[in-house]
């Protein structure tokens, strides 16, 4: 399989970046290929507006997803998005590495999507959730929290970590039909020593070594809603 | 009251601009003081790392907490982050106006959370929730969707916006001790016509001239969870 790791820290030394060489080392010795973008050593610039295009289909007013299907015919990306499309488009399973900031995606991560996730090359024309164009590919989040997994179930004080994640599985991941396998959380990483941190290494291995065999989260599939209203179908 | 708009579109044309400058028309003619940091006007930089401080803690690893309680003691924040602290710390109403891009904030604005939510200044010492530094102000989200009400609904394909936003409600305004009001959304705002959009911007203001008054969103106390696991007490 072609992995793809989308990695957003800024700290090279950090749990994150352990995270991520031990991906890199344990899939490339089960004979899979590993591309990394390490967001923060890329310099990415997460701001999308023009500077996402090198043409320009209406230069009075910026509408980007018009922008991004005018883009695509006549490959007017920026070489910098072109080559992160090429990665997404060519990998088998996505991974995004990062910590969790304020509950979501580090904004250099959100920005990486709100760029590259391009009307007409990712998503549009009714190809969305289980006909979404990304469709057979599988995804993954491997997170660290500063929280427990306690303080993130259902009955504690930041609420369960799924809901949190919802606009991410959902709105991002599933959304471009993608197969969206459970998150991998260390949790509370910087407060549980080399020993809590070397067993999520180990933990993080087991997970890595059955990316093509884990069983996705589920969810309703398009044939459920009306394709008028995309409201639940009566009955 | 001093209103504090946190405005993130790259086109100033668009109807997230127009949704603006209404606040502040309709704001000041209530006797308002209104103060608009209109991000890609700005061109802010949302990226999170070393750039946040003009001192470093500890130069051989970047650990954002740990440099945001020193820069605290020593002024070490750079100056385009200590201006946005200043304008949140002096208002009692903050308003993030946006485009919901991919179910959640742009970049641009998820990093300006990032960046000026800092600990120490803004949440940290057991102080949050409705224990929180901010305790007091309050918040609303007013947002362009490109969805309808029905796709956002409980029965809807992208499921509840409420839900979606939880994240940003609960996780980063209710968290610093916010007042969080209902969002004011503009459902599928390009899709309207100018007559629809006309609709939005009255309807707008009527949510603008009652903001000292609304209702704010429920959550559960503090004093709902154990202090030590942060679990919801028992019975």
């Known amino acids: 399989m072609n992995v793809f790791i989308v990695h957003a820290h800024p ?13 890199q080392s344990v899939l490339t010795a089960q004979g899979h290929q590993v591309v990394v973008s390490d967001l923060y050593a890329m310099g990415w610039d997460p701001v999308s507006d023009r500077r996402n295009f090198v ?11 018009q922008e991004e299907l005018h883009a695509r015919e006549g490959g007017g990306f920026t070489p910098a998005i072109k080559t992160e499309l090429e990665k997404l488009l060519r990998c088998d399973v996505l991974i995004f590495q990062f910590p969790l900031w304020w509950f979501s995606f580090p904004a250099i991560l959100k920005g990486w999507v709100d760029r590259v996730f391009a ?7 009714g190809q969305w959730f289980d ?7 599988r995804a993954m989040l491997s997170l660290t929290t500063g929280g427990s997994e306690s303080i993130f179930s259902e009955v504690g004080l930041f609420g369960s970590l799924d809901q949190l994640l919802l606009p991410i599985h959902y709105g991002i991941l599933r959304f471009t039909g993608f197969d969206v396998l459970p ?16 067993r999520y290494l180990e933990q993080y291995g087991q997970r890595l070594v ?11 599939p398009l044939s459920e809603y009306d394709p008028v209203t995309f409201t639940r179908r009566q009955g």
Chains 1, 2 share one sequence.
Not at 56 to 64: A, I, L, M
Request: aromatic share 10%; no cysteine; hydrophobic share 35%.
């Open 131 to 137: 006909a979404g164009k990304l469709r057979g590919k």
């Open 183 to 198: 998150p991998f959380v260390a949790w509370s990483a910087a407060h549980v020593g080399d020993e809590g941190r070397a």
């Open 11 to 23: 700290e090279p030394k950090s749990f994150n970046g352990a995270l991520t060489r031990h991906a």
């Open 210 to 220: 059955s990316l093509g065999t884990t069983e996705p989260l589920r969810f309703l």
């Open 55 to 65: 043409t320009s289909k209406d230069p009075t007013f910026f509408k980007q997803q």
């Open 119 to 125: 009307m007409g090359t990712i998503y549009g024309g």
